[in-house]
């Protein structure tokens, strides 16, 4: 099953670091954001990853691409005949990764309808690359399929600002992009989607959190798995403060591996 992750967004309320890279590169104890987020997924199996570029993708380009020779001793053999020998092992070794450019303005729907050509028929995993949780992921697959729904998110309870859930039991009854007050569940992402939810989506301008999602809520396809634990989404600079802080303290609820 392969992991969609949707990097391409200006990240506006974090100009302070997003100035110069994109949101998911926005460092937490040294590693790119992005990098934690797959770590989680790769904890449970799902090393398999379609990062969706957008705003200053290259940056993340040139993260993967000289991913191995950041991270170990080498040794260069120069003359005309160079050699690079690589002597140390690193655990992402059995990761791999598709860098997909999805446009500069292009919505998540259109992110992610770009990014179903790359999947084939199999069911995904979509989540965005700004939020850390220790939700048990293979739980909310489990979940998934035993609800046979066509969209399961992982809803959260923090307060925030994005997607609140109105809920019938485990079943999505309204989805509200961004109300002016929350209560109860929202939206964590870490979705689990059927892949015939790119049928609901029409384009780059599509955004997934408005007409796509809630006509799912409105015909019951949309499901709740239902997360107690930490999430916490990185989209100001006090949160990145705050989630370097969890980090540095070897406080961080997120890092299961």
């Known amino acids: 099953m392969k992991v969609i992750i949707l990097c391409g967004g200006l990240g506006t309320r974090l100009r302070e670091e997003t100035e110069y890279r994109p949101k998911p590169m926005v460092p937490i104890g040294g590693q790119p954001i992005v990098w934690h987020i797959m770590k989680t997924y790769a904890q449970h199996g799902f090393k398999d990853f379609v990062l969706c570029l957008g705003y200053k993708g290259e940056s993340i380009k040139d993260y993967f691409r000289n991913y191995l020779w950041n991270r170990s001793d080498v040794t260069l053999k120069l003359g005309r005949s160079p050699q690079i020998i690589y002597h140390n092992a690193h655990d992402e070794e059995d990761w791999t990764v598709t860098l997909l450019e999805t446009g500069m303005n292009t919505m998540t729907g259109g992110r992610l309808l770009r990014a179903m050509q790359h999947v084939g ?137």
């Open 121 to 257: 028929d199999e069911d995904v995993l979509l989540t965005y690359g700004d939020g850390l949780t220790d939700s048990d992921i293979s739980a909310s697959v489990r979940f998934h399929y035993e609800q046979k729904a066509l969209v399961t998110m992982t809803a959260v309870r923090p307060a925030g600002r994005f997607g609140e859930l109105g809920l019938d039991g485990l079943t999505v009854q309204s989805f509200n992009e961004k109300p002016e007050q929350e209560s109860g569940f929202i939206n964590g992402g870490y979705m689990v989607l059927d892949t015939s939810v790119r049928t609901y989506l029409n384009g780059d301008d599509c955004i997934f959190e408005r007409e796509p999602l809630q006509k799912l809520a409105e015909t019951g396809q949309l499901k709740a798995y239902c997360h107690d634990g930490f999430w916490q989404c990185m989209d100001t600079y006090r949160e990145f403060e705050m989630l370097n802080k969890m980090w540095d303290s070897g406080n961080a609820p997120w890092k299961i591996w």
